[in-house]
Structure formats: C-alpha cells, structure tokens
C-alpha cells in the first residue's frame, strides 16, 4: 500500500513541475505573442487564479501524501523535503491569498498596457507585483524539482 502512495506522491509532484513548466514557458508565452498586450493580458489574467489554486491543492496534498510515505524522521532527505513542501505552501497560500489579489487591483489601475506609459504609477506598481508572482513562481518550480530530486523513497 506504501508504494501506491509513494506512487501517488510522486504523480502530485509531476503534476506541481509540470504544470507551472507548461504554463510559465509554453502557456503564458505563446498567448503574449500571439495577441497585444491588453488582449493577451486579459486572457491569461482569467487563467490566473485557477492556476494558483492548482497549484495551493497541489501543495497541500502533496504534504499530506508526504506523510504517508516519508521514512525515517531523522534523515536528511525527511527535514529537506518537509522544509520544502511547508515553504511552497505559505508561498502558494501567499500567492492566492495576498499577491494575486492586490495583483489585480494594480491592474485595475492600469488603463492600457498598450497606450499607457510604463513609467506609470499604476503599470510600476503592476510590474512589481508581476515580477514577485514570477519570482515565486520560479522558487515552486525549483521547490518542486527538488522534491523529485530528494525525495523520501520506499523500502522494498
């Protein structure tokens, strides 16, 4: 039974890399170079916060499952695994709950990426909460990358 959890813990991590791979690198890109600026914005910002909820139910089963198949308590890979999958859930927590919320009043503000000047208040104060979200984003990709990496494994 261990292994089908352990099976299973490993399927939430691949779905965690991969969905944030997909759509940071093949997603978001081809609808910015598909469509101007507002259009492409207005598109992604909808899938936006599914994503981030994706990701936040990622994030907490795959703790929960992490626990099921996580060996002994002492070993390093245990404490590294456990520091990572509790440092991506208060990031996707903050992310859903703080960032992208406060994200899309800044963007609110911002008439027209495409005619507005980007030396705005409003797309400045927009930039900044984008190149956090993308920050962290990045920090889950490699969170997660790592967790495959490190993980604990399961005794045959």
Request: net charge positive.
């Amino acid at each position: 039974m261990k292994n089908s959890w352990f099976s299973f813990y490993n399927l939430v991590l691949a779905l965690w890399v991969g969905g944030i791979a997909i759509f940071s690198f093949l997603v978001a890109p081809i609808i910015f170079k598909s469509y101007g600026l507002d259009t492409a914005g207005g598109i992604v910002g909808k899938l936006l916060l599914p994503y981030f909820w994706y990701n936040l139910i990622l994030a907490v089963l795959a703790l929960l499952v992490f626990f099921l198949v996580a060996g002994e308590r002492a070993k390093p890979a245990y404490r590294l695994s456990l520091v990572l999958l509790t440092a991506a859930l208060v990031i996707n927590l903050f992310i859903v709950f703080r960032l992208y919320p406060e994200a899309i009043r800044a963007k609110q503000e911002v008439t027209s990426f495409e005619s507005e000047s980007p030396d705005s208040p409003a797309r400045k104060r927009f930039a900044k909460l984008h190149g956090a979200s993308a920050a962290l984003n990045l920090v889950l990709l490699v969170d997660g990358i790592v967790l495959l990496i490190a993980g604990p494994s399961v005794k045959k």
